[in-house]
């Protein structure tokens, strides 16, 4: 007998928030989206005609509504603290985007309160339940490398422009590492378990002169990041893996991600831990570098009618929204846990502190995420079957 659906409300209704709402509304069997709320009540009123989403309602309805059992939480991270510790106080369940908290101490804080609780408190980023980082992790399972020793994480962006265009990049948590790098360590800590160590050096942001013509009504002509821009780190996970991280945002625009796993048989060079589809690449030696097919389904193909630009590729987030609700409903925790969002702050923020004080950072949080299960699959039939890949969010 499939399980009652769970009645989920999203706080903050800016751009990510379309995909969110669209997917959550028609991709997930095991979701109600019932309500959608921002703190300004026109732009939650449009995300609601164009969704068609039943209520709009104030944080404070959101909280008092008994009915409402998890709560996605799409604000900009300075504000993930205030939403997120209203909604456990008010007996939710809470999935945020990332990260958990501007802080490292509000984000233990709220760990703690939703353990207590026994409530369900998961973290994007949930490109990591994609086929790419699966079929990775599927390949690392089966040997298809030897034994792991190493990894390479390489990030770039001009942070400082792109910050023009997304403001919430200039408060606290909005520097390149804190808003881009837990994509990047994320997948490495579903790839390879937990990190014990860190040490690092890093480097502040630039003064930023406005360039886009049409930011006039910007009421700042220049601006610094607070937080590195610069960021030069290694690490040491659980397993003896050691890891290079390399995030550059005082640089320019294409990205050139590198996520790079080296084997005593093998490499696997993935693709862009920010897209659902990034390839997997097996290197071997004495064969030819090939491409891996899929092992997963989530590969980020749009499988709902008249898609936006903005899909192709990112087309299945929501995903560790729907394996959370399945969570919920069977009563486990969620693969996408408030430890491993926690784990990916302490590994950034360690290395922040350890180029201040010069020495190692010890990790305190231990993660496991365990992978889905493959041969679900969500374009098979031209995507009428995208039922199956939900599937392998059912344990």
Known sequence: ?????????????????????RNLKHLFSIIDLVAVCDIRPEAAQEK????GVDKVMTIDEIAADESIELVVCLTGPAQHY????????AGKHVYTEKSLAATLDEARELVKLANERGLQLGVAPDTVLGAGIQTARKAIDAGLIGQVTSCLIVLNKDQEL???NFRFMRQPGGALPYDMGPYYV????????????????????????????????????????PGPAVMMGTMRFANGVLGSLHINGSTILPERPVLAIYGTEGILELGDPNRFDGPVKLIRTENEECTLPFTHGYCGVPTLPNPTGFEKGYGNRGVGVAEMAWAIRQGRKCRLSGEYGLHAMEILFGMEESSKTGCTIKMDTPVDIRPLPSGYYDTIFGGSSRASAELSLVD
């Not at 609601?48 to 969704?51: N, P, S």
């Open 82 to 89: 205030e939403v997120i510790k209203k909604m456990l106080l």
């Open 162 to 164: 792109m910050a023009e």
């Open 48 to 51: 609601a005609e164009l969704y």
């Open 1 to 21: 007998m499939r399980p009652p659906k769970v009645r989920t409300a999203i706080v903050g209704c800016g751009v990510i928030s379309n995909i969110y709402i």
């Open 186 to 225: 994320s997948a490495m800590l579903c790839l390879l378990g937990g990190v014990t160590e860190v040490q690092a050096f890093t480097a502040p942001g630039m003064v930023h002169r406005k360039e886009f013509l049409y930011q006039d009504e910007d009421p700042v002509d220049s601006y610094v990041i």
